[in-house]
């Protein structure tokens, strides 16, 4: 069984890898995985996907690629587009064509965050900036190229030991400034980025999900709990035990080009009872990646 991951070098790709190399799921012995870059595997270029494929035997695809700067998007809304819908329309045509089987990542920020109660799967996504837009393209795309065979996990506010998150540009302010402003009107719940990892390979190992064909589904996933911005950065902060006052402050008082949902929780109670996770809350899961810088 040959697993492709796209995105080695982002923050999900890496907690993936980072997992495998230290052996602690079952049932993967008679897997082999491909991380592949953006050297290796462009998604821009639709036919160098296509002839990808042509020359590579894949099972499972896991697409940890995208495009993932909110406020950049804006103003790059045909890179957004590309990678984040056209490129993912691809890989489900030919995750179709080859009996690939689709893991693809998506995120809270399909929801407009008029809720006040954890969305569910069924609830009607309606993006508020270009990013959203660009993911919720990408996820109806797969579910009208290929009904059966696609998993689409939509998460939030993630953070890891990689690349760029909130977690590691607070560390940082907060060793230079005295003070920092951060909103408090935005509720949602961090994702450690190695969790979810986790909870991918539980689902690609389980027989369930490769041995049938299963119509295409969407899934919530997160840490327990909910926190805004600040809340999270006090957390940060007071783990880390770094003196820096922080000041809750209103989105209308740190303007951005994109706009944000004001509530994003996401119910996790499909993905918890289907796949028998355990997941943990949000302020573990935070200590046990601090632990780790
Ligand atoms: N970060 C977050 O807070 C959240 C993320 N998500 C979703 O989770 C998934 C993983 O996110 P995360 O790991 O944080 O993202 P990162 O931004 O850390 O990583 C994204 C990766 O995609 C790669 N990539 C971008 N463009 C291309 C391209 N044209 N061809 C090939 N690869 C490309 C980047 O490559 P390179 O390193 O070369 O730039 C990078 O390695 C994404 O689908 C994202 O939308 C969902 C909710 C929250
Ligand atoms: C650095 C900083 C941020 N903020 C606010 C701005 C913003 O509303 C919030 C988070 O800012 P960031 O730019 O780190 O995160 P943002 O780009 O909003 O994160 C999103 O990324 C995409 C990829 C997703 O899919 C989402 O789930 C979500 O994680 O914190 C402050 O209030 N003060 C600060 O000093």
């Given at each position: 069984?040959?697993?492709?991951?796209?995105?080695?070098?982002?923050?999900?790709?890496k907690s993936i890898k980072r997992l495998l190399d230290e052996k602690c799921i079952d049932?993967?012995?008679?897997?082999?995985?491909?991380?592949?870059?953006?050297?290796?595997?462009?998604?821009?270029?639709?036919?160098?996907?296509?002839?990808?494929?042509?020359?590579?035997?894949?099972?499972?695809?896991?697409?940890?690629?995208?495009?993932?700067?909110?406020?950049?998007?804006?103003?790059?809304?045909?890179?957004?587009?590309?990678?984040?819908?056209?490129?993912?329309?691809?890989?489900?045509?030919?995750?179709?064509?080859?009996?690939?089987?689709?893991?693809?990542?998506?995120?809270?920020?399909?929801?407009?965050?008029?809720?006040?109660?954890?969305?569910?799967?069924?609830?009607?996504?309606?993006?508020?900036?270009?990013?959203?837009?660009?993911?919720?393209?990408?996820?109806?795309?797969?579910?009208?190229?290929?009904?059966?065979?696609?998993?689409?996990?939509?998460?939030?506010w993630v953070y890891s030991e990689f690349g760029n998150n909130f977690v590691k540009t607070?560390?940082?302010?907060?060793?230079?400034?005295?003070?920092?402003?951060?909103?408090?009107?935005?509720?949602?719940?961090?994702?450690?980025?190695?969790?979810?990892?986790?909870?991918?390979?539980?689902?690609?190992?389980?027989?369930?999900?490769?041995?049938?064909?299963?119509?295409?589904?969407?899934?919530?996933?997160?840490?327990?709990?909910?926190?805004?911005?600040?809340?999270?950065?006090?957390?940060?902060i007071s783990i880390s035990g770094i003196n820096c006052n922080l000041n809750p402050i209103?989105?209308?008082?740190?303007?951005?080009?994109?706009?944000?949902?004001?509530?994003?929780?996401?119910?996790?109670?499909?993905?918890?009872?289907?796949?028998?996770?355990?997941?943990?809350?949000?302020?573990?899961?935070?200590?046990?990646?601090?632990?780790?810088?």
């Amino acid at each position: 069984m040959k697993i492709l991951i796209t995105g080695k070098n982002g923050q999900l790709g890496k907690s993936i890898k980072r997992l495998l190399d230290e052996k602690c799921i079952d049932n993967l012995s008679s897997f082999s995985f491909i991380f592949t870059s953006r050297e290796e595997l462009n998604l821009e270029n639709l036919e160098n996907i296509q002839s990808y494929f042509v020359s590579n035997d894949i099972d499972v695809i896991i697409n940890c690629a995208a495009y993932t700067k909110v406020d950049q998007a804006e103003e790059d809304q045909n890179q957004a587009n590309l990678i984040n819908h056209n490129a993912v329309r691809e890989l489900a045509k030919i995750s179709k064509k080859y009996k690939i089987k689709l893991i693809h990542i998506s995120t809270d920020f399909v929801f407009n965050g008029h809720k006040e109660e954890p969305y569910t799967e069924d609830d009607e996504p309606s993006p508020l900036n270009i990013y959203g837009e660009t993911k919720l393209a990408g996820e109806l795309a797969i579910i009208s190229t290929m009904p059966f065979n696609s998993i689409i996990i939509r998460t939030g506010w993630v953070y890891s030991e990689f690349g760029n998150n909130f977690v590691k540009t607070i560390l940082n302010l907060a060793s230079k400034n005295n003070a920092l402003d951060i909103v408090s009107d935005q509720i949602g719940t961090p994702t450690y980025a190695y969790d979810l990892a986790h909870s991918i390979l539980n689902i690609v190992s389980d027989e369930n999900f490769l041995e049938n064909e299963k119509p295409t589904a969407i899934l919530h996933y997160s840490n327990e709990g909910e926190s805004s911005w600040y809340e999270f950065a006090k957390e940060i902060i007071s783990i880390s035990g770094i003196n820096c006052n922080l000041n809750p402050i209103k989105t209308k008082d740190y303007p951005l080009p994109a706009k944000r949902p004001k509530y994003s929780i996401l119910s996790k109670k499909k993905i918890s009872q289907e796949y028998s996770l355990n997941i943990d809350h949000w302020k573990d899961a935070l200590k046990a990646c601090l632990q780790n810088l």
